[in-house]
């Protein structure tokens, strides 16, 4: 469970909700879930980022304008206000949560017709609209235990709309009520014996490169570098501090240690045993690359202790593909089925034989895909582990009880994604961002004339700014509504450093690093009427296709590939004509709607060249596909109802080995619409 320090040391603001709304959604039930399963043993990684901010929240001493617009009287709003809140207030998984609350998606689709903006959109919303919108963008993001037992928030959710003032005071006040449970529910379950607390460096900095930023090149040869950072010590005081915090925060005594994204060097495993840690995790691919062969399932499923004189750790190798499949693909089906699903490949991996399988999840992020913020799957989940005498679900330290592990005399430098260190660091934007922080380090240093508190809180402020989560935004593979907010508060950070220092504040801190994002949507330049063989017979007979690239990007969660990497669309007035990439997909369903509102279902195999298999209204002859190289497939606008110029709607569901793996688009559908060159366009 983590969040990047939100609040502005100078101001005492926060300038981002998401640690308050995770506590509401997530951190919260987690662990009282567990009380339903006694025999479900879990380890919970507190990072005291996150611990820190949520004891102001509980304590009613956080300054957040987010929760002062949510709670101001929409009549006294002004119309600035009223412009953050539709900034803000819709920024929530569409499909899950917003569409949860009719009223809510009543209120987002207000916003669409008024162009996504919110200037103009203010207008649109009267008061008791702006009301409804106040109350909802909170309780969307209650816990599910709140929301089905508690008698006046479930009061609320079942009214729906038409929200009072006194309704909004409900909101305010049991957040702040189940605020204030958040952390008492851990240390209840850790002294039930049913939970073991772990903990990360205090601001989530990826330690391999606070210690030497170079080292990023061992597992990227080459990799375009910003000039050296290197302060191991930084690392080692996030370290110990965070330790000392969280022990004192929860009462409890803490052995282990996640380091954020699983980045682990030798000096970072070092440091970690001389700071009293007693086991870490990684990724496997960080051991396949320090054994320097492909993993056996020995290897794979067993903890490692690493030794170097007298210091040692215990390792532990996350299996990335059970990890995915919880945090990426289950979100897609039915809970039951998932949660057998999960169990089988735990029987399978492990091959009869005694294993230590370590599953470890970012604790907040994937929840919001799921129905019910995954409680169902979660439910589902506890009761076929509980029920399986041949699985046991244990904390990390009772599984390092008398298992035997193999040994490591180093570690090759890497992180939980691909080994490696690319997402934080050799992206333009990355590079820029360290070269600031070393600079701001570097004048830490130099500076001279600061009162104690003023660089006490100089340092606070270093610290926070060499957090992970600034360069993971700062990585051009992700990408999101807030990513802006990011980019400002990291640049504050530093700022706030240099005027605490009563330094000259860099001229470069007040423009952003972030570079504009390349569209990826070309319209068709006119007509097209390729062969359908699957293949690029001619490089002209797409050349006046329409394109459309899923932007690969993701959100907090890391995601491999879209499936659906590429679409090519047009029309000879007759015909509309279809060019899908489909990558590693072995099975795609492409779905049409017209504008009356009748659904057509091709389904495709992509292995064994099988026909499709088109739905059973559309005529023989109405489909043809082709797949091979790529899915290229040709419908008759006639036996969809349709005609040029009148509205379609496409959506492609692509699947491998029986799992769903993606869809274009992610939620909902393209909308194809006539252009005057009579081709088809979005």
Same mark, same amino acid.
């Given at each position: 469970?983590?969040? =990047?320090?939100? %609040?502005?040391l100078v101001t005492g603001e926060y300038r981002l909700p998401w640690a308050r709304l995770h506590a509401l959604k997530d951190y919260y039930g987690m662990v009282r879930i567990l009380e339903e399963f =006694?025999?479900? %043993?879990?380890?919970f990684n507190l990072v005291p980022s996150l611990l820190l901010q949520l004891e102001e929240y509980a304590a009613g001493k956080a300054k957040d304008r987010f929760l002062d617009v949510v709670l101001k009287e929409a009549e006294e709003l002004t119309e600035q206000e009223k412009e953050f809140l539709l900034s803000f207030c819709f920024q929530a998984n569409e499909e899950r949560v917003i569409n949860r609350y009719p009223r809510y998606a009543e209120l987002l689709e207000r916003k669409r017709q008024n162009g996504q903006i919110p200037g103009r959109a203010v207008s649109a919303f009267s008061a008791p609209m702006i009301r409804d919108l106040q109350v909802l963008s909170q309780l969307a993001w209650f816990d599910e235990e709140y929301l089905s037992k508690d008698r006046e928030i479930k009061a609320l959710k079942q009214k729906g709309r038409d929200f009072t003032r006194a309704d909004q005071e409900v909101i305010g006040r049991k957040e702040k009520e189940l605020l204030g449970e958040m952390l008492e529910g851990y240390?209840?379950?850790?002294?039930?014996?049913?939970?073991e607390v772990s903990?990360?460096?205090f601001y989530h900095p990826i330690l391999p490169l606070l210690c030497d930023s170079n080292i990023a090149d061992v597992s990227h040869p080459y990799v375009a570098l910003p000039e050296q950072f290197a302060y191991p010590g930084d690392a080692s005081a996030q370290m110990t501090q965070a330790k000392e915090y969280v022990e004192n925060a929860t009462g409890l005594g803490v052995q282990g240690l996640w380091p954020p994204e699983g980045g682990v060097s030798d000096e970072v495993l070092s440091k970690a045993a001389e700071a009293g840690f007693t086991w870490t995790a990684t990724g496997q691919g960080v051991l396949e690359r320090t054994l320097g062969h492909a993993l056996s399932t020995e290897d794979k499923h067993r903890p490692h202790v690493w030794q170097r004189g007298q210091q040692r750790i215990t390792v532990l190798f996350r299996d990335r593909r059970l990890c995915e499949l919880i945090g990426l693909v289950y979100a897609r089906m039915g809970a039951e089925e998932a949660a057998n699903h999960f169990v089988n490949e735990l029987h399978r991996v492990s091959e009869g034989k005694d294993a230590v399988i370590p599953v470890i999840l970012d604790g907040e992020n994937a929840w919001e895909h799921y129905v019910e913020n995954g409680r169902p799957f979660l439910r589902a989940l506890y009761r076929r582990i509980s029920a399986d005498p041949a699985i046991e679900a244990v904390t990390v330290s009772e599984a390092l009880e008398g298992t035997a592990a193999g040994c490591l005399d180093h570690v090759y430098p890497g992180s939980w994604l691909d080994g490696n260190f690319d997402i934080w660091i050799g992206a333009e934007e990355n590079n820029r961002a360290w070269e600031l922080l070393l600079r701001a380090r570097r004048k830490f240093e130099e500076a001279v004339g600061a009162t104690v508190e003023n660089r006490r809180l100089a340092w606070e402020e270093l610290m926070i700014a060499e957090g992970s989560d600034w360069f993971w935004w700062y990585d051009p593979e992700h990408s999101a509504e807030s990513r802006g907010e990011f980019d400002a508060l990291f640049r504050e950070h530093l700022t706030n450093l240099y005027r605490l220092l009563g330094e000259k504040i860099p001229a470069e801190l007040a423009h952003t690093l972030l570079k504009p994002q390349a569209p990826e949507h070309r319209a068709p330049a006119g007509m097209i009427q390729p062969i359908i063989d699957g293949r690029d017979t001619t490089q002209a007979e797409w050349a006046n296709a329409g394109r459309y690239r899923p932007q690969h990007t993701?959100?907090?969660?890391?995601?491999?590939?879209?499936p659906i990497q590429e679409l090519r669309y047009g029309s000879d007035g007759q015909n509309l004509y279809l060019w899908i990439g489909c990558g590693d997909a072995t099975e795609l369903t492409v779905t049409l709607r017209n504008g009356a509102g009748e659904h057509f279902a091709i389904d495709a195999s992509t292995s064994g060249n099988q026909p499709a298999t088109p739905d059973a209204t559309l005529p023989a002859g109405a489909v043809e596909v082709a797949l091979k190289d790529a899915c290229e497939m040709r419908v008759s606008l006639a036996a969809l109802h349709t005609k040029l110029g009148s509205p379609l709607f496409l959506k492609i569901d692509a699947w491998?080995?029986?799992?769903?793996?993606?869809?274009?688009?992610?939620?909902?559908?393209?909308e194809l619409k006539q252009t005057t060159m009579a081709a088809y366009t979005f």
């Open positions: 469970m983590h969040q =990047p320090f939100y %609040r502005d =006694p025999d479900i %043993r879990q380890t240390r209840h379950a850790a002294k039930r014996g049913q939970i903990t990360s460096p993701s959100g907090p969660m890391h995601s491999q590939r879209p491998s080995d029986g799992l769903p793996t993606g869809s274009l688009p992610a939620f909902g559908e393209l």
